[in-house]
């Protein structure tokens, strides 16, 4: 079983950043390719960032490309989602996930998931 947890949500004006951590549990977390995704009132749950296991691969929804960035401290079991120049758009209840090596888009494919945390972005 894998535990994940996200932190780092909150209240932010348009135009701000916030950045957000993922911590998962296991001793092979160095094997896991973590995804994000958001969810926001009313709508279905989309992709956001993901990272494969190693760093060395990383996805972008085109909504997000160019304001965010996912990065990976494999010595600390923890995936950041840096966003920049945020958007009322953007507002949502942001998961993590995780699966084995490679990461893909769709949840489906994801095994295990946080609780979410919430980002606001006011105009």
């Known amino acids: 079983q894998v535990q994940v947890v996200e932190s780092g949500g909150g209240l932010v004006q348009a135009g701000g950043s916030l950045r957000l951590s993922c911590a998962a549990s296991?001793?092979?977390?160095?094997?896991?390719?973590i995804g994000w995704f958001r969810q926001a009132p009313g709508k279905e749950r989309e992709f956001v960032a993901a990272?494969?296991?190693?760093?060395?691969?990383?996805d972008y929804a085109d909504s997000v490309k160019g304001r965010f960035t996912i990065s990976r401290d494999n010595a600390k079991n923890t995936v950041y989602l840096q966003m920049t120049s945020l958007k009322p758009e953007d507002t949502a209840v942001y998961y993590c996930a995780t699966r084995a090596y490679y990461p893909t888009q769709k949840t489906a494919d994801y095994d295990y998931w946080g609780q979410g945390t919430q980002v606001t972005v006011s105009s």
């Open positions: 296991g001793r092979t977390f160095s094997s896991y390719a």
């Open positions: 990272i494969s296991w190693s760093g060395s691969n990383t």
